[in-house]
């Protein structure tokens, strides 16, 4: 049996972090390390390790978890932070490029980053402007592997109350109807399928940067699932 992938969480306690924590539950092909800032509350049955560390000590947290796969779901709003740009900026571009690096310091072969649809250096809106550069800046770390997933409206109980996602969430239905050719990159996603998706991306080899819209997200969910199902096989002397 081959050794379970160790992933280094960040943004643990948010809709896709808590997502993943359990999607994990019960998997023997994974070993999932949470670094946050305080206590998790975790599901019946998780088997995960917490490491509690201020933001600025995650690089000795990430190298104490001697991940393969170093995970991002880290992200704010500008309405959490006050309308305040910089405090934004703070957490989901200076936050998540330190956490890259830390992954590269702590010997991990790949980075997964959880960006949005949109996301662009040369956007007029500022959240999609700020995504776009941090993916930029991800691009030039240098680590071996890095993916970055552009989901589209993300769906799941949240504990922030965001009414323009509520009214998203109840139209949602709808979005397969209307959503098609290049506009199919909008189809919402639902939180624990983004962190199905998070856990097969864990599992490929392949050197390289990889972005990932709606599609190509299923499309590794369902590669990953057809992988899985394959009988292993057998060792030749």
Not at 1 to 23: C, D, E, N, Q, T
Not at 116 to 126: D, E, K, M, V
Not at 160 to 170: C, I, K, M, N, T
Not at 196 to 213: C, N, P, S, T, W
Request: proline share 4%.
């Amino acid at each position: 049996m081959a050794r379970p992938v160790r992933i280094g969480l960040v943004g643990a306690s948010g809709l896709v972090g808590s997502a993943l924590i359990a999607a994990c539950v019960g998997r023997g092909d994974v070993r999932l390390v949470a670094v946050a800032r305080r206590e998790l509350a975790l599901p019946r049955g998780a088997t995960m390790e917490v490491l509690l560390a201020d933001p600025e000590n995650w690089g000795d947290a990430l190298a104490a978890a001697r991940p393969d796969v170093v995970v991002s779901a880290l992200g704010t709003t500008i309405r959490r932070v006050g309308g305040d740009e910089a405090a934004f900026r703070a957490v989901d571009h200076d936050l998540v490029l330190a956490c890259a690096r830390w992954a590269g310091e702590a010997g991990a072969r790949q980075f997964i980053a959880v960006s949005a649809i949109g996301a662009s250096p040369q956007s007029r809106n500022f959240y999609l402007r700020v995504k776009g550069e941090t993916e930029a800046a991800l691009a030039r770390t240098g680590l071996a592997r890095l993916d970055i997933l552009q989901p589209g409206l993300l769906l799941g109980a949240r504990d922030d109350r965001r009414p323009a996602e509520a009214v998203g969430q109840l139209l949602a239905p709808l979005a397969g109807l209307v959503l098609h050719g290049g506009a199919r990159r909008y189809r919402p996603i639902a939180a624990d399928t983004l962190a199905e998706v998070i856990l097969a991306l864990a599992h490929q080899k392949a050197r390289g940067r990889f972005v990932h819209d709606h599609d190509a997200m299923i499309r590794a969910l369902r590669r990953h699932a057809f992988e899985r199902s394959l009988p292993a096989r057998e060792s030749v002397d």
